[in-house]
């Protein structure tokens, strides 16, 4: 019996050399270890020989058994190393390669100035109130109290598009003021008797078909204001207002109201900023005025609350109208307006 094991031991140790997988050990550690294998068999063999032999075989089985198992667990280690490596070598890879950057974008200037304004505007209790590009002449005109002679009615000042009648064609704003006349009338319909009072911006894109120069452009963008209840004031416009560009510049400046004149304000007025370079010493900024204009603004005539739905003898309000090119251009001191629209990177990666 003893001649037995050792040839059970030396049979299985050969055929370990040749196992070349997982698999194959796992076929092996059947045969040669499981329940049938030829140790196994050993061990139920004990039973029929000597007393006196049974110690020593036993033991001997005992160390065959222990053997192939150390055997096992050793070529089980190999393998799983040679896997590693293998696939340390397949994927290799150079972490001292340097990456690919991938480009950032930025917002817009003119997004970053609205996102500005309208957070300003936020913090005093507007809402922000989304209107068309594109109008009706009816919208964009005769509900503002343009008389229907008015030189900004032009064909040269507007962008006709397809659609509409002879007397109501269809355009791209030139303003965002028509946005008042389409917030009124949504407001005033929820509750004609006792419409709900309004406190809006109305932010977006104009376009006008004018000469293209450094001060002007034929689109871009207007922030429109529009306040409407009881007793409101040509004090809360003042005061708004004033408010706003102190925000805006980040300056204690003073502000000053001009006469003016717009169709749907009575009665109007322009507000410019102390020159928030010089602080009203005089500079190339404000070409040595002192003052810069920023907006256009007035009391809502009571033509147009009536066209919005607002009763004029128990409701009043103000309004405004701002270009924000033009406050991005006195905040960061850009010269041409042209730079805006004309997509050059090397001018929009500077904001
Ligand atoms: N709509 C005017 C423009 O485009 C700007 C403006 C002026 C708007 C006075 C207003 C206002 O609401 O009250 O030039």
């Given at each position: 019996m003893k001649d037995q094991l050792e040839q059970i031991k030396a049979l299985a140790l050969e055929a370990l050399n040749s196992v070349e997988s997982a698999g194959d050990l796992e076929a092996w550690r059947t045969k040669?270890?499981?329940?049938?294998s030829a140790v196994m068999d050993a061990f139920k063999q004990?039973?029929?020989?000597s007393k006196e032999e049974r110690p020593a075989m036993g033991q001997l089985a005992n160390e065959v058994k222990s053997a192939l198992e150390a055997a096992l667990a050793e070529r089980q280690t190999a393998l799983d190393s040679a896997r590693v490596q293998a696939s340390l070598q397949g994927e290799r890879?150079?972490?001292?390669l340097p990456g690919r950057p991938i480009p950032r974008g930025r917002l817009h200037i003119q997004t970053q100035t609205m996102r500005r304004i309208q957070a300003i505007f936020a913090e005093m209790g507007f809402q922000v109130y989304r209107s068309r590009d594109v109008e009706t002449d009816e919208y964009n005109f005769q509900l503002l109290n343009f008389?229907?002679?008015?030189?900004?009615?032009?064909?040269?000042d507007s962008f006709y598009v397809e659609?509409?009648?002879?007397d109501n064609p269809v355009l791209l704003?030139?303003?965002?003021?028509?946005g008042q006349i389409h917030a009124m009338r949504e407001y005033a319909?929820?509750?004609?008797e006792n419409p709900a009072p309004v406190r809006i911006i109305l932010p977006g894109m104009c376009y006008r078909f004018e000469q293209i120069t450094a001060r002007s452009e034929i689109q871009f963008t207007q922030v429109e204001g529009l306040a409407v209840g009881e007793n409101i004031t040509f004090g809360d416009l003042k005061g708004t207002l004033s408010e706003f560009a102190r925000r805006f510049f980040e300056a204690e400046v003073r502000t000053r109201f001009r006469a003016s004149h717009f169709p749907?304000?009575?009665?109007s007025a322009e507000m410019d900023v102390?020159?928030?370079?010089c602080m009203g010493a005089g500079c190339s900024v404000c070409k040595h005025s002192g003052w810069l204009e920023i907006l256009g603004s007035g009391m809502v005539h009571p033509n147009v609350l009536r066209n919005g739905g607002y009763d004029p003898e128990r409701y009043s309000g103000f309004a405004f109208g701002m270009g924000p090119e033009r406050l991005s251009m006195l905040r960061y001191r850009i010269?041409?307006?042209?730079?805006?629209?004309?997509?050059?990177v090397r001018f929009l990666e500077q904001f």
């Open positions: 040669h270890l499981g329940r049938s004990l039973g029929s020989i890879l150079d972490v001292t008389p229907p002679n008015h030189p900004a009615r032009e064909m040269q659609g509409g009648s002879e704003r030139t303003h965002t003021s028509p319909a929820e509750n004609p749907f304000t009575e009665p102390e020159c928030f370079v010269e041409d307006i042209r730079y805006f629209w004309r997509n050059d």
